[in-house]
């Protein structure tokens, strides 16, 4: 099991949150569909709801949405300085969806859309440093930034944090890698029909979750299909928000892990 303890380091994805109508009906469904058990916060944090995998944090739903706005997950992305670091990413270009704010002890987070129009959260650790496990069944496996102008995206986020780009594009198919200390921590793609931070959650059976989520109350957008990282698949859950699930194959390659 890859787990954490300490702070991840700058630019390395962290956290994903759902925001969502029915904590209820969001619990039973990724709890149900994922195996995940749940730590439920106080009234005062609004019964922001983490999932646990193996008991330690994965991800979270949260009841906090904004009037008219589109369920979808949220990746967050740490920082030592949320409020320098969303400074930097106004000045290249950004859009400030929340403020710099502090979450109790917990830590400090802003919300942010970049230049391609795509949402993301930054995360300065205080008492939790977003996810404590990753690339097991039910926790972060990938996250990507896809959208119409992947070129944007590339100029902005490296000179926002600095990562390496590695370039896998092929006919057709325009990819970069994202890379902290040579270690691929996500990827920048062209395509989608929205600009959006894509979050691929690891599964030991592609196949059985999409079969499951139906039964749930979701739906399948991406049957399942092999690729040189997985077999993949993806799911869209009870609020209309989507979200992607990655099995390991005999052919599996390189990428296999948002973290490492």
Known sequence: MTTRDTPWPDGTPCW???????????????????????EIGTEETGFYSEALVGGRRAAALSGYQPDGAEPRWLTFLATQDVRART??????GARSLAAPMDVMDFGA??????????????????????????????????TEQMSADPAAARAFYTGVFGYALDDISGPGFDYTT?????????????????PEWAVYLRVDDADAITAAAPRLGGSVH??????PYGRIAGITG????RFWVMAATSTEGGADGAQG
């Open 16 to 38: 994903v949150e759902l925001a969502v109508p029915d904590l209820e009906l969001g619990r039973q469904f990724y709890g149900h569909l994922l195996g995940w058990d749940w």
């Open 238 to 241: 009870p609020f209309g928000e």
């Open 109 to 142: 987070m802003a919300v942010l859309a970049d230049p391609a129009g795509a949402p993301f959260a930054l995360w300065q650790a205080g008492t939790s440093i977003g996810a404590e496990v990753v690339d097991e069944h039910g926790a972060l496996a990938w």
């Open 178 to 194: 994202l890379l902290l200390d040579g270690r691929p921590v996500g990827g920048i793609g062209g395509g989608g029909d929205r």
């Open 87 to 92: 400074e930097a990413a106004l000045a290249a």
């Open 222 to 227: 991406l049957a399942p299909e092999d690729t």
